[in-house]
């Protein structure tokens, strides 16, 4: 049998030549495999395995057959060889007799290597050993690879390596591809869910006019013709909210995202998100359509409700739902309730070691808890919600108690997952939060272009309804699903500092 052993950069240069070599025989014998545009392929790998899976051993089908794909090994014995095609949907051997497939044919078999891309034509049959195999009558080489393949892509030390050339690493590592054929099998349940629940799917700008006041950094380009700036868009929110304003009452995106920020396995600079936005409706509302989603995508995607995400049994089948005050006081024992003034919740940071943020309040110093003592509790699907006005500055207030307001998040395995609030349609109040935004961006960056979106405020003055808002990020999603454990494993081209 043919295999690829580990290789030098001298071993690969010579193999290429060797390619080379070949391809221009090939060529002076009016033989280039390049000039073929076309190939009728009528059967895959799997679908012929699926149909003869009851074959005895030795026994023929009478079913001829044409597969195109990509040879992965070659064992030559005398007048008769055995080799394997990878298709589209697996792997299937072929046996190739010279008696059967000519003189001329059969010594250009022989010269095949392993990785070119080859359309075979024969009967279906199973060997004295078992396998399901085709016995060819017609062989066409399709593509010359003129790169030997890598002998494994596997390991931490190719991970970089893997990344860069995905196209090797789903040739040589097939499991990588049923990944991404989830992650489309993810998003195609997304979108079944939403369109059954009367959303609608809808586009907004990637390129925008200007930078916004919110935190994430924006990629910035240049339009020739206006002469003038560009901003990637690092979100979709306020563009999907005027289109709830002009009556389009459920819609959401699924939307490629750019932020101009770190790197790590769960942050990539461009990645997709789906924000979607519901009239009439509040987070309570956006709670129970979370539960529902994520339930239906495990049993679709996974098969159960139990799922295995790093070693660890999530059960995607209970959410647990606590206010930011009940997750502090079930994980650290400290009530928020207990502290009547801002001292109070310093002296109990203080004593329980917690960070102080900026501006100490009563509110951020809750949250400051709840990183310190419950995010990294949540193992199982938990949404927080009641989140402190200091730190949601877009969500609306609650009726009840100014002091907190109507968001939550989700965690799962400890990492939130996505982020909903019943949606602030106050125009006076969106447009002081806007400047105020802005004003402490300038404070801390004062080169920077943020700029308060007045068009975004007039929208807002025409009547946005009450409205229910959830944003959740895609690869995260997909990795949960898939048991990745980095956001590059789940992108099939992720960001890479260049190899020079």
């Known amino acids: 049998m043919e295999q690829n052993k580990p290789q030098t950069e001298q071993d690969i240069s010579q193999q290429a030549a060797v390619r080379r070599q070949k391809l221009a025989d090939l060529r002076a014998a009016g033989s280039d495999p390049f000039v073929i545009t076309k190939y009728p392929q009528d059967s895959y790998s799997a679908d012929l395995k699926a149909e003869f899976a009851d074959l005895p051993a030795e026994a023929e089908t009478g079913k001829i057959v044409s597969l195109a794909g990509r040879m992965m090994s070659k064992r030559i014995m005398g007048k008769a060889s055995f080799a394997h095609l990878r298709d589209q949907k697996g792997d299937i051997q072929i046996f190739v007799k010279r008696d059967l497939l000519g003189d001329e044919p059969y010594a250009a078999f022989k010269k095949l290597d392993i990785g070119d891309i080859i359309g075979v034509k024969g009967e ?26 890598p002998e494994k ?25 049923d990944t991404f054929v989830k992650r489309s099998q993810i998003l195609k349940e ?32 240049h339009h020739n013709t206006l002469d003038m700036d560009m901003v990637l868009r690092i979100e979709t929110e306020l563009y999907l909210k005027r289109l709830i304003v002009g009556g389009m009452d459920r819609v959401y995106e699924v939307g490629r995202i750019f932020r101009n920020e770190g790197m790590d396995p769960k942050h990539n600079p461009e990645f997709t998100t789906i924000e979607l936005y519901q009239a009439f409706t509040d987070f309570h509302g956006m709670m129970d359509l979370v539960e529902e989603m994520y339930k239906r995508l495990a049993l679709k995607v996974c098969g159960s409700l139990e799922i295995t995400y790093q070693g660890k049994q999530i059960d995607m089948g ?29 002296a ?50 609650k009726p009840d108690d100014p002091a907190f307001t ?28 806007f400047e105020r935004q802005v004003a402490e961006r300038k404070a801390i960056e004062p080169n920077c272009k943020a700029q308060v979106d007045y068009d975004y405020v007039t929208a807002l003055e025409y009547g946005l309804p009450p409205t229910g808002g959830l944003g959740f990020g895609v690869d995260r999603l997909v990795m949960l699903l898939t048991d990745s454990a980095s956001i590059r494993d789940v992108l099939l081209f992720p960001t890479m500092k260049p190899v020079d």
């Open 318 to 346: 209970h959410w647990e739902r606590l206010t930011m005050i009940e997750a502090v006081k079930k994980y650290s024992g400290v009530d928020f309730n207990d502290w009547k003034t801002d001292e109070d919740a310093i």
């Open 190 to 221: 997304i979108r079944a869910y939403l369109d059954e629940k009367g959303f609608l799917e809808v586009d907004t700008p990637i390129l925008t006019p200007f930078e916004i006041g919110a935190s994430a950094r924006p990629f910035y380009t």
């Open 124 to 149: 279906v049959f199973r060997t004295k050993m078992g396998e399901i195999s085709v016995r060819i009558s017609e062989l066409t080489l399709l593509s010359k690879s003129l790169l030997p393949l």
């Open 406 to 433: 109507e968001r939550f998040e989700y965690f799962i395995d400890c990492t939130e997952y996505g982020n909903a609030f019943s949606e602030l349609n106050d125009p006076i109040d969106q447009k002081a939060r």
């Open 348 to 397: 109990a940071a203080k004593e329980h070691h917690v960070e102080l943020p900026e501006v100490p309040t009563k509110g951020a110093i809750l949250a400051e808890f709840f990183d310190a003592f419950v995010e990294d509790k949540l193992i199982q699907p938990t949404f927080i919600y009641d989140y402190p006005v200091e730190i949601s500055p877009l969500a609306k207030r």
């Open 153 to 177: 892509f596997h390991g931490l030390t190719d991970r970089e390596a893997r990344y860069r050339q995905r196209y090797v690493d789903l040739i040589v590592n097939p499991e990588v591809k």
